[in-house]
């Protein structure tokens, strides 16, 4: 049996992430701070629920105790919990830009996927372990759709991103020999988050587990696209 975290897990991509492990055999813990979201999953057997708000540092060391009760090691991670507004605002444009809005960015697309990685370095030191941070193509300097104007802004968002695929790149740097790390753009997914996505999240959910599969220890620290394609920082 292997072991599997999904964080943001009630939804979207979470939630695809889920559904693909249980079908691929894994036992999946099952991490949200609305675990109400969850309940679908109550019932199996192959599920453990934890709640978790992933900028309480307390929820953080609880996740870790969890998933030792249950288990000694930790096969994969999938970092997913993630915001693209604060208070109503997406902070898009320098107006509207608040300090506490960019600082929720950061703290919940950045700093609290290095610190969930932090507190399960030995439950992922113990096996062959795979973390994927999901990203985007708009942490990139070089992404896709640069030439648009609604693409060019968006100073919280494309900054919280562009600074988890920096925490990849160095835990890569620290543990490369010990940790397999990549950080995906999951594509145009249509999701909650992004209403006007064009991708179905059980395909490229499943394209990005197929990718993980078949990645080497010299992988890591890379930023993917969900096809496997290497996208530029």
């Known amino acids: 049996?292997?072991?599997?975290?999904?964080?943001?897990?009630?939804?979207?991509?979470?939630?695809?992430?889920?559904?693909?492990?249980?079908?691929?055999?894994?036992?999946?813990?099952?991490?949200?701070r609305n675990e109400n979201e969850l309940e679908e999953f109550r019932n199996n057997d192959n599920i453990k629920i934890v709640k978790l708000d992933v900028s309480i540092d307390q929820d953080i060391e609880n996740l870790a105790e969890n998933i030792l009760q249950s288990t000694g090691r930790l096969d994969l991670l999938i970092n997913n919990a993630g915001v693209n507004e604060f208070n109503g605002s997406e902070q898009y444009d320098l107006e509207e830009l608040t300090r506490g809005g960019l600082q929720r960015f950061l703290d919940v697309n950045a700093i609290s996927?290095?610190?969930?990685?932090?507190?399960?370095?030995?439950?992922?030191?113990?096996?062959?372990?795979?973390?994927?941070?999901?990203?985007?193509?708009?942490g990139s300097f070089h992404d896709e759709y640069e030439e648009t104007e609604w693409n060019s802004r968006g100073y919280g968002y494309r900054s919280s991103k562009a600074a988890l695929n920096m925490m990849n790149f160095c835990l890569a740097t620290e543990f490369g020999d010990k940790l397999l790390t990549v950080a995906f753009h999951p594509g145009d997914v249509k999701t909650d988050m992004n209403p006007e996505g064009s991708d179905d999240p059980k395909e490229n959910v499943q394209k990005m587990l197929d990718v993980l599969y078949g990645l080497d220890r010299k992988a890591t620290g890379s930023f993917l696209n969900f096809d496997g394609s290497v996208y530029p920082y």
């Open 113 to 138: 996927p290095i610190l969930i990685i932090k507190n399960l370095l030995p439950l992922l030191l113990k096996g062959d372990a795979t973390v994927a941070n999901i990203s985007s193509c708009r």
């Open 1 to 32: 049996m292997k072991y599997a975290l999904v964080t943001g897990a009630n939804r979207g991509i979470g939630r695809a992430f889920a559904l693909e492990l249980l079908a691929r055999g894994y036992f999946v813990f099952l991490a949200s």
